[in-house]
Each structure stands twice: as C-alpha cells, then as structure tokens.
C-alpha cells in the first residue's frame, strides 16, 4: 500500500513568486494534515482536513497560504506571495480517524527555500 | 494548552551503551503521547505512543518509553544504541479528544563507533 506521497520534495524559488504543493494521503484516510518545520524550530501544525472541509486552520500563518482539499482526495498548499520566511519543510499527514491517539502517517515532506 | 520540551537538541552515544532522550510535557487534561522519528531524507514515523493503558509503552527497533504524571515525563530509552538509530526524535502530545499533534523541537541522536 502506498504512503503518503508529496510533490515536490525540493522546491526553490524567489521571493514573491508562487509555489503550490501537493500531498496524496493514503487511500481511505479522511484525515488529511499539514505541518511546517522552519530550521531549527519545532515542526508546527498549520490544518486539518476532514475528507473535503477545513476542520481547524488555527495554524495558518497568513492569507498567502491557501490550502485546498477538492473532492476529499489529494490536498494542494499554495503560497502566494512567498516571503522568506516561509523557507522550511512543509509535512502532509493523514489519519483514518479523528479522536484520541489515532496514528498519524506522514510524508517525506516538501522542502521549500525562497531566496 | 498542550506544550511539549525536549531537552537537548543533540545526544551523543556510544554505540552499544544506552539511549535516553528525555521530554516533558505540560497539559490540563490527560495527554496522549508520542515518540516520532525521522531518518535521513525520509517522513516522520511513529515509535511509540501513550494512550493510558499502560504507563510503559513499547515501540519499534527496542524502544520504550515511560510515563511518569508525577513528573509529567514520557522519556524515551533503549537499552543498547545501534549506529541505524542515528536519527532525530521528535516527542508530541496530543489533547485528549482532539487528534491535533504538537510537537517537540526534536533532539537529534548521534551513535558513536
């Protein structure tokens, strides 16, 4: 069975230019999350995807961040413009369940560098 | 809130002598814990977790991991290190009937020959 799968794994790009990236959860889960690790911080919740909805984006840093989650499936996370410090790995997870303990399996995650 | 603190950013061991990564959390209600661990160039994967059916918890790769509410710790040990640890080890808590993950700052674990 297939993992949690993001695209791309390295992405460089200037400051004020567009980056969308992408996460596949694993097939049945209906929980869909994103994480970002700035370097040398701790990695940060941003959202929760319940299949299509938004369940808690408490984490979103800024309205340049714009997550969407058509049909339920794959997740794409657009920055818009990008600002340096938005530099960091950005980690899809996704979950079978909601509630206490439920297991969460992550992707390699998506590192992104604005120059 | 939930918080979690990882003391140390960086542990070093010899290969064959013991492994303690060390975490303690803060939270209002009873937690559920975890250990993750992310090798080089791959995802976080789940070690172990605490979910209050027993205060010593057993993982992968013969690591453990206690809870003591005493001292509001989920320290993490494995007897003798092996060089495929070399790793960074990530503890989190999640809220009770939330399944909102916060994580630590993740102390990275240097196996020496």
């Known amino acids: 069975e297939a993992g949690v799968t993001q695209f791309p794994s390295h992405s460089v790009i200037e400051k004020g230019q567009t980056v969308t990236l992408r996460c596949d959860p694993i097939s049945g889960h209906d929980n869909l999350y994103w994480y970002r690790r700035v370097m040398g911080k701790e990695i940060k919740f941003l959202l929760h995807?319940?299949?299509?909805?938004?369940?808690?984006e408490s984490g979103m840093p800024n309205n340049r961040f714009l997550a969407e989650r058509t049909g339920g499936t794959y997740s794409t996370l657009k920055v818009q413009p990008a600002e340096l410090e938005d530099s960091g790995v950005y980690f899809c997870?996704?979950?079978?369940?909601?509630?206490?303990?439920?297991?969460?399996?992550f992707g390699e995650g998506s590192r992104l560098t604005v120059l | 809130a939930q918080s979690v603190t990882q003391l140390g950013s960086h542990v070093s061991v010899s290969e064959g002598a013991l492994v303690l990564l060390r975490c303690n959390y803060s939270?209002?209600?009873?937690?559920?814990l975890f250990w993750y661990v992310q090798y080089p160039n791959q995802g976080l994967q789940l070690l172990l977790k605490y979910t209050s059916a027993a205060t010593l918890v057993k993982g992968i790769n013969g690591f453990e991991a206690e809870f003591k509410k005493s001292e509001t710790s989920f320290h993490l040990t494995k007897p003798s290190a092996h060089m495929s640890d070399a790793a960074e080890y990530f503890c989190a808590v999640s809220p009770a009937l939330d399944d909102k993950i916060i994580f630590g700052k993740g102390t990275r674990l240097h196996i020496l020959p």
């Open positions: 939270s209002s209600v009873p937690p559920y």
């Open positions: 997870a996704s979950s079978q369940w909601t509630g206490k303990g439920g297991e969460l399996f």
């Open positions: 995807f319940v299949k299509e909805s938004k369940q808690d």
